[in-house]
């Protein structure tokens, strides 16, 4: 069995590579039940969570992600997510590889998010916003920019010092990068806004966003998380990595659905769905498009496939 680090995984999952192989995936036959999720009592702050990823394909791989999350590490200038990912033969159950399972979530995330991306933005856009400074943030903005050729590059967090450091160490070509303190006014000359963060209180109100932008958000995960209110929701054309995960972990979408502001026909699409049939969400330059991950084990066992070619 090979063990592969976080350097391994990093030099193989390249974001336009990544994007492909994602692409490919949605429009493959892999079978990822929805993953098993438990609440850990912790008795120095905030609850965290263990989730349990498995996924498969017959005949290849199966695969099965194991991550914990500790939103009180962000406090003490530690990651709040790790993981670890095991990959097996699917024809006998032998071990292939285990390998790390932070770089590999914090790579297919993002690169979920540019596949989004490629089909919902408009073509011609200018600046990318990023909310959140952790370590997804500085994979986020790579990765959208291998889809759409952002000129400015906007930087929020509730740090601003964060922000500032994130900022200045991006080195990305011909980008102006900026960190920003009034996100109101960062995300009204946005055209893309990118959401990672751990937060249970909306930071993008239905109110502040306009014709024509595209909302990523890919932080909240569990029913009290919430990074954009039910107005954003209702006020967008909704795509999904997928329909189980989100209805059922999407603090968002559930907040939206119980106060009435959208039904379930609201969600357009899932991320197999708008790949395998190129479903036209955007049908105006003007509409509002928003994609909602809360991750799926298909994306992980794409990523680890990749690792071990």
Same mark, same amino acid.
């Given at each position: !069995?090979?063990?592969?680090?976080?350097?391994?995984?990093?030099?193989?999952?390249?974001?336009?590579?990544?994007?492909?192989?994602?692409?490919?995936?949605?429009?493959?036959?892999?079978?990822?039940?929805?993953?098993?999720?438990?609440?850990?009592? %912790?008795?120095?702050?905030?609850?965290?969570?263990?989730?349990?990823?498995?996924?498969?394909?017959?005949?290849?791989?199966?695969?099965?992600?194991?991550?914990?999350?500790?939103?009180?590490?962000?406090?003490?200038? !530690?990651?709040?997510?790790?993981?670890?990912? =095991?990959?097996? %033969?699917? %024809?006998?159950?032998?071990?292939?590889?285990?390998?790390?399972?932070?770089?590999? *979530?914090?790579? @297919?995330?993002?690169?979920?998010?540019?596949?989004?991306?490629?089909?919902?933005? &408009?073509?011609?856009?200018? *600046?990318?916003? !990023?909310?959140?400074?952790?370590?997804?943030?500085?994979?986020?903005?790579?990765?959208?920019?291998?889809?759409? &050729?952002?000129?400015?590059?906007?930087?929020?967090?509730?740090?601003?010092?964060?922000?500032?450091?994130?900022?200045?160490?991006? %080195?990305? $070509?011909?980008?102006?990068?900026?960190?920003?303190?009034?996100?109101?006014?960062?995300?009204?000359?946005?055209?893309?806004?990118?959401?990672?963060?751990?937060?249970?209180?909306?930071?993008?109100?239905?109110?502040?966003?306009?014709?024509?932008?595209?909302?990523?958000?890919?932080? +909240? =995960?569990?029913?009290?998380?919430?990074?954009?209110?039910?107005?954003?929701?209702?006020?967008?054309?909704?795509?999904?990595?997928?329909?189980?995960?989100?209805?059922?972990?999407?603090? /968002?979408?559930?907040?939206?659905?119980?106060?009435? @502001?959208?039904? $379930?026909?609201?969600?357009?699409?899932?991320?197999?769905?708008?790949?395998?049939?190129?479903?036209?969400? @955007?049908?105006?330059?003007?509409?509002?498009?928003? =994609?909602?991950?809360?991750?799926? +084990?298909? /994306?992980?066992?794409?990523?680890?496939?990749?690792?071990?070619?």
């Amino acid at each position: !069995m090979k063990v592969y680090d976080r350097e391994n995984v990093a030099s193989s999952l390249q974001y336009g590579i990544l994007i492909e192989a994602l692409r490919k995936a949605f429009s493959s036959k892999i079978t990822a039940p929805e993953r098993v999720q438990h609440t850990i009592k %912790n008795k120095n702050g905030s609850d965290a969570t263990l989730l349990l990823m498995p996924a498969w394909k017959i005949g290849e791989h199966i695969g099965i992600k194991i991550v914990s999350v500790f939103p009180e590490n962000t406090t003490k200038n !530690m990651s709040a997510v790790h993981a670890n990912y =095991f990959l097996m %033969n699917a %024809n006998d159950g032998k071990p292939v590889a285990v390998m790390d399972g932070t770089e590999l *979530t914090l790579r @297919r995330t993002a690169c979920a998010s540019a596949l989004a991306a490629d089909y919902l933005v &408009n073509k011609n856009v200018d *600046t990318l916003l !990023m909310i959140g400074t952790g370590n997804l943030a500085p994979h986020m903005i790579k990765a959208h920019c291998v889809v759409r &050729n952002y000129s400015r590059i906007l930087i929020w967090g509730r740090n601003e010092e964060k922000a500032e450091r994130l900022a200045l160490s991006l %080195n990305i $070509k011909d980008k102006e990068i900026l960190a920003k303190n009034d996100l109101k006014e960062a995300l009204n000359v946005a055209d893309v806004i990118s959401c990672a963060t751990l937060t249970q209180k909306p930071l993008i109100m239905g109110d502040w966003i306009k014709p024509g932008q595209h909302l990523d958000l890919v932080g +909240a =995960f569990t029913p009290d998380m919430a990074e954009a209110d039910s107005k954003a929701i209702a006020k967008s054309k909704v795509v999904v990595d997928t329909y189980e995960g989100a209805l059922s972990e999407s603090g /968002e979408l559930i907040n939206a659905l119980k106060e009435g @502001r959208i039904k $379930k026909e609201h969600i357009l699409s899932d991320l197999r769905e708008l790949v395998l049939e190129e479903k036209n969400i @955007r049908k105006d330059s003007n509409d509002i498009t928003l =994609f909602k991950s809360v991750g799926t +084990a298909l /994306e992980d066992l794409a990523a680890a496939e990749l690792v071990i070619e």
